[in-house]
């Protein structure tokens, strides 16, 4: 295909790429669902494979990965739903100070004394 040819196909191709963005793509809701469903259902056994896989081998060279530069990235933290872990945030969690919902006054006062 020559230069001038492609740039005809090209320039032939502008109208129909403009009248799909203008209409929007039109996406089968149930058929996308289903699709998410088997595909979610596929990744999970090889998910499980994975983790028999490499949990074990994590576990015996610890000290090995620990010498890596990003040894952080191997290493599970636990985080706030609530704040994030966010500093501000966190000072005023009550998730993070214990409870399992924002406490009373009479409960805080309960605190105190």
Do not use: Y
Not at 24 to 47: F, K
Not at 79 to 99: E, I, M, N, P
């Amino acid at each position: 295909m020559t230069p001038d040819e492609l740039q005809k196909f090209e320039l032939a191709l502008a109208q129909p790429c403009m009248a799909i963005t203008a209409r929007g793509l039109r996406i089968d809701e149930e058929r996308r669902l289903a699709m998410i469903a088997v595909l979610e259902a596929e990744i999970q056994p090889l998910h499980d494979d994975l983790q028999g896989i490499v949990l074990p081998l994590v576990a015996e060279n610890e000290a090995k990965l620990k010498k890596l530069k990003k040894w952080h990235l191997f290493v599970e933290k636990w985080c706030c739903s609530c704040c994030r872990g966010g500093v501000k945030k966190a000072a005023a969690c009550w998730s993070c100070a214990g409870f399992e919902k924002s406490p009373t006054k009479k409960e805080l006062k309960g605190l105190c004394h």
